[in-house]
């Protein structure tokens, strides 16, 4: 199976909203309700920071979210902060797979 | 707090096997969780590996399922990665998490700091 799509960059000012797409399939994406995000600074390793579609960890800010449409998922930072500058992987369950996207690199204007 | 630590040679040889070790703190290996590899070459992006049970159960990622194993050993609390057969495109930063909220196959909540393996004569 393929990795998921992502777009390679995206970028906003402080303050802004930014939205970052996933599309996989109706295999993976599209078929379960298992979608998940993850910020990776350089050099660090990833954090997760929405399982489940739309779900936060314990101490992620709610300016983080999650949505799903179809085979695309999305994750919407609002209300940019300087430290929202960093990679963004999506993953998704893919029946007895574990698929990533490919990463967008987020910068913060 | 839970905390995964890998550990293993930095340096391997082409067609040679790839062995590391992720020790566990803060959490049984014999709780409820599965446990996993997750592999990043330089600069590039993420690729699950596979997840290990405190029984044994493993799920692998099919395009290395042949060449992978995963292990465990509860009494110590670590679990190991061993990857055959290594060539240059085996070069990563490899790193061992806990998966959430006890599913086999799931997001992971906590990781390691990541192991770079270099595959190299």
């Known amino acids: 199976q393929s990795a998921l799509t992502q777009p390679p960059s995206a970028s906003g000012s402080p303050g802004q909203s930014v939205t970052i797409s996933c599309t996989g399939t109706r295999k993976d994406v599209g078929g379960y309700n298992y979608v998940s995000w993850y910020q990776q600074y350089p050099g660090k390793a990833p954090k997760l920071i929405i399982y489940e579609v739309n779900k936060r960890p314990s101490g992620v800010p709610d300016r983080f979210s999650g949505s799903k449409s179809g085979n695309t998922a999305s994750l919407t930072v609002s209300g940019l902060h300087d430290e929202d500058e960093a990679d963004y992987y999506c993953s998704s369950y893919a029946g007895n797979n574990n698929l990533f996207g490919g990463g967008t690199k987020l910068t913060v204007l | 707090q839970v905390q995964l630590q890998e550990s293993g040679p930095g340096l391997v040889k082409p067609s040679e096997s790839l062995s590391l070790t992720c020790h566990v703190s803060g959490s049984s290996l014999n709780s409820i969780y599965y446990w996993g590899w997750i592999r990043q070459p330089p600069g590039e992006g993420l690729e699950w590996i596979g997840n290990?049970?405190?029984?044994?159960?493993?799920y692998y990622n099919p395009s290395l399922k042949s060449r992978v194993t995963i292990s465990i050993d509860t009494s110590q609390n670590y679990f190991s990665l061993n990857l055959r057969s290594v060539t240059a495109a085996d070069t990563a930063i490899y790193y061992c998490?806990?998966?959430?909220?006890?599913?086999?196959?799931?997001?992971?909540?906590?990781w390691g700091q990541g192991r770079l393996v270099t595959v190299s004569s």
């Open positions: 290990v049970y405190r029984d044994g159960s493993r």
């Open positions: 998490a806990r998966v959430g909220r006890g599913y086999a196959i799931m997001d992971f909540d906590y």
